[in-house]
C-alpha cells in the first residue's frame, strides 16, 4: 500500500482549487530540496514481475522550528510523470519514511542528508507503454494533526501536501530480453552456421514480454580461451523480435547477440552459445 498517497492528494487538492469557497490553509513551509540522485544517476530499468528498489540521496534544508518527525510532519522525493505537477499523468513516492542525518544547522535553519527507497512493483506502478521515458523529481511535504475529544465523542483531523516540482529527471525504462542460438551443431569448418535469436520487452499492460521488432542488434563472437567477445555484424529484428542471420564457422567460440537499448527500453544480452567446430 503507497504509504504517502500524493497523486490522491494533488488530485483531491486540484478538485477543491475549482470551488470558489474561501478557506483558511496553513502557511508553506521554506523547504529546499537539493543534490538530488536518483538510482545512483542511472536509468531505472522495470521488467514485470520483480520490485525494482530505486534508491535516492537528497539535501534538505528546512526552518529550525520545523520539526520533521515522520509523525506529523514528513519531507521526502517522488517522481512524476506529466508536464507539470497539475498535469501529473502518474508517480511514485516511497513506502517506507526516508531517512535523514543532520549535516549542519543554522540559528534559522536545519540542513539533512537524507535516503529514501522507491520500491517499484510494476503492477502497482506501471500501466502502460507510456509510462517508459522521462520521469521528473518533486520534493514533498506533509502534515496532519488530530484532536480527539473523548468527553463529546468528538475527532478532528487534518492533513495537507505541498509539493515543489521540476528538481530533476530520471529515465524509466522496459527491460528487455534477448536469445541466441546457433546451428547446426558441432559443425565443420567453413561450413555456414544460422544464428537465430528473439528481442523482447516487458510489455506493463499485459505483465508479459512481446517482441521488438525494427531495432538494431549486433552479433558477436567470442574464440574459444579468449577473453572478450568482438562484433560480428548488426542485424535487425523482425516481426515479433525474431532475428537471424548466417556465418560461416571458422573457429570453436560462443556466439551471442547484444542490445544496446533506446531511451524507452533498457539493454540486453544474450548468453553465448558455445559451436563446437570440426
Same mark, same amino acid.
Given at each position: 500500500?503507497?504509504?504517502?498517497?500524493?497523486?490522491?492528494?494533488?488530485?483531491g487538492?486540484?478538485?477543491?482549487?475549482?470551488?470558489? #469557497?474561501p478557506? !483558511?490553509?496553513?502557511?508553506?513551509?521554506?523547504?529546499?530540496?537539493?543534490?538530488?540522485?536518483?538510482?545512483?544517476?542511472?536509468?531505472?530499468?522495470?521488467?514485470?514481475?520483480?520490485? #525494482?528498489?530505486?534508491?535516492?540521496?537528497?539535501?534538505? %534544508?528546512? +526552518? !529550525?522550528?520545523?520539526?520533521?518527525?515522520?509523525?506529523?510532519? =514528513? $519531507?521526502? =522525493?517522488?517522481?512524476?510523470?506529466g508536464?507539470?505537477?497539475?498535469?501529473?499523468?502518474?508517480?511514485?513516492? +516511497? *513506502?517506507?519514511? +526516508?531517512?535523514?542525518t543532520?549535516?549542519s544547522?543554522?540559528?534559522?535553519?536545519?540542513?539533512?542528508?537524507?535516503?529514501?527507497?522507491?520500491?517499484?512493483?510494476?503492477?502497482?506502478?506501471l500501466?502502460?507503454?507510456s509510462?517508459?521515458?522521462? /520521469?521528473?523529481?518533486?520534493?514533498?511535504?506533509?502534515?496532519? @494533526?488530530?484532536?480527539?475529544?473523548?468527553?463529546?465523542d468528538?475527532?478532528?483531523?487534518e492533513?495537507?501536501? *505541498?509539493? /515543489?516540482?521540476?528538481?530533476?529527471?530520471?529515465?524509466?525504462?522496459? $527491460?528487455a530480453?534477448?536469445?541466441?542460438?546457433?546451428?547446426?551443431?558441432?559443425?565443420?569448418?567453413g561450413?555456414?552456421l544460422?544464428?537465430?535469436?528473439?528481442?523482447t520487452?516487458?510489455? /506493463?499492460? @499485459?505483465t508479459?514480454?512481446?517482441? &521488438? %521488432?525494427?531495432?538494431? #542488434?549486433?552479433?558477436q563472437?567470442?574464440?574459444k580461451?579468449? @577473453?572478450? &567477445?568482438k562484433t560480428?555484424?548488426?542485424?535487425?529484428?523482425?516481426?515479433?523480435?525474431?532475428?537471424?542471420?548466417?556465418?560461416?564457422?571458422?573457429?570453436?567460440?560462443?556466439?551471442?547477440?547484444?542490445?544496446?537499448?533506446?531511451?524507452? @527500453?533498457?539493454?540486453?544480452?544474450?548468453?553465448g552459445? &558455445?559451436? *563446437? #567446430?570440426?
Amino acid at each position: 500500500m503507497r504509504k504517502f498517497a500524493i497523486g490522491a492528494a494533488v488530485s483531491g487538492a486540484l478538485a477543491l482549487s475549482a470551488l470558489a #469557497v474561501p478557506s !483558511a490553509s496553513a502557511a508553506t513551509p521554506d523547504l529546499a530540496f537539493s543534490n538530488v540522485v536518483v538510482n545512483n544517476g542511472k536509468a531505472i530499468v522495470v521488467g514485470t514481475t520483480s520490485t #525494482v528498489k530505486v534508491p535516492i540521496t537528497y539535501t534538505l %534544508t528546512h +526552518p !529550525a522550528d520545523l520539526v520533521i518527525d515522520n509523525k506529523t510532519n =514528513i $519531507a521526502g =522525493i517522488a517522481l512524476y510523470r506529466g508536464s507539470s505537477l497539475s498535469k501529473m499523468q502518474n508517480e511514485m513516492e +516511497p *513506502d517506507d519514511i +526516508p531517512s535523514c542525518t543532520t549535516a549542519s544547522t543554522t540559528a534559522t535553519t536545519v540542513t539533512n542528508s537524507c535516503t529514501e527507497v522507491i520500491a517499484i512493483e510494476p503492477r502497482g506502478y506501471l500501466y502502460s507503454a507510456s509510462d517508459a521515458g522521462t /520521469w521528473k523529481v518533486a520534493g514533498f511535504y506533509g502534515h496532519s @494533526t488530530s484532536t480527539t475529544d473523548d468527553s463529546g465523542d468528538h475527532l478532528s483531523f487534518e492533513y495537507g501536501y *505541498d509539493l /515543489w516540482g521540476g528538481l530533476g529527471t530520471t529515465q524509466v525504462k522496459r $527491460a528487455a530480453k534477448l536469445t541466441t542460438d546457433a546451428t547446426p551443431e558441432p559443425v565443420k569448418k567453413g561450413q555456414t552456421l544460422t544464428v537465430k535469436g528473439a528481442l523482447t520487452r516487458a510489455d /506493463w499492460e @499485459t505483465t508479459k514480454y512481446s517482441g &521488438y %521488432t525494427g531495432q538494431p #542488434v549486433v552479433l558477436q563472437f567470442k574464440a574459444k580461451n579468449a @577473453t572478450a &567477445y568482438k562484433t560480428v555484424k548488426t542485424v535487425t529484428s523482425a516481426a515479433k523480435g525474431a532475428l537471424t542471420t548466417t556465418v560461416k564457422a571458422s573457429a570453436d567460440g560462443s556466439f551471442r547477440y547484444r542490445f544496446a537499448g533506446t531511451a524507452t @527500453t533498457g539493454a540486453a544480452t544474450a548468453t553465448g552459445d &558455445y559451436v *563446437d #567446430v570440426k
